[in-house]
């Protein structure tokens, strides 16, 4: 709660684990599962599709996968 009120009230979190290991995470070819917020999915959908080849958004927000 500390670091969400230094943020000025703007963190947003994404729960993403990921499947794949070094080698893929290295290929950019990971499979991600991400939940959160529309708002925080959206603020960081460049770089989850950077690093992976399968990207499954989970509705429901955090946690729900």
Not at 8 to 32: E, I, M
Request: glycine fraction near 14%; charged fraction near 15%; aromatic fraction near 6%.
């Amino acid at each position: 709660m500390e670091m969400w009120w230094h943020c000025g009230n703007k963190l947003k979190l994404v729960d993403a684990p990921v499947s794949g290991g070094v080698v893929r995470a290295s290929a950019g070819t990971l499979t991600v599962m991400a939940s959160g917020t529309e708002e925080a999915l959206e603020y960081c959908a460049s770089v989850l599709a950077a690093l992976s080849e399968k990207l499954y958004i989970i509705k429901g927000g955090c946690g729900s996968g």
